[in-house]
């Protein structure tokens, strides 16, 4: 942890504070950018595997409703994960 500057009115702020005390400016949000986009691919990843596991479980299995229910389990990992990374 160091002290920087403000970017908005030049006070001194921890780098890793989410915003300044001082003028409320967001200091370490940018970091969080890329683990957004990585939660959201994974949640995605999630859904494009549940409409394939979905098609090919609903045309072999004779109980409709455990097809679902399983072809459903990739989206949920996924949900748990990207709930899980560090904000």
Same mark, same amino acid.
């Given at each position: 942890?160091?002290?920087?500057?403000?970017?908005?009115?030049?006070?001194?702020?921890?780098?890793?504070?989410?915003?300044?005390?001082?003028? &409320?400016?967001?200091?370490?949000?940018?970091?969080?950018? +890329? #683990?957004?986009? $990585?939660?959201? @691919? %994974?949640?995605?990843?999630?859904?494009?595997?549940?409409?394939?596991?979905?098609?090919?479980?609903? &045309?072999?299995?004779?109980?409709?409703?455990?097809?679902? +229910? #399983?072809?459903? $389990?990739?989206? @949920? %990992?996924?949900?748990?994960?990207?709930?899980?990374?560090?904000?």
């Amino acid at each position: 942890m160091k002290l920087i500057a403000c970017p908005a009115c030049q006070s001194p702020v921890s780098d890793i504070a989410p915003s300044c005390p001082k003028c &409320g400016h967001p200091i370490a949000g940018n970091k969080t950018d +890329a #683990i957004t986009g $990585l939660s959201a @691919l %994974a949640v995605i990843s999630g859904i494009i595997l549940t409409g394939i596991l979905a098609f090919k479980l609903i &045309g072999s299995m004779q109980n409709l409703v455990l097809a679902c +229910a #399983i072809s459903v $389990l990739p989206t @949920l %990992a996924a949900m748990i994960y990207a709930s899980m990374r560090k904000k």
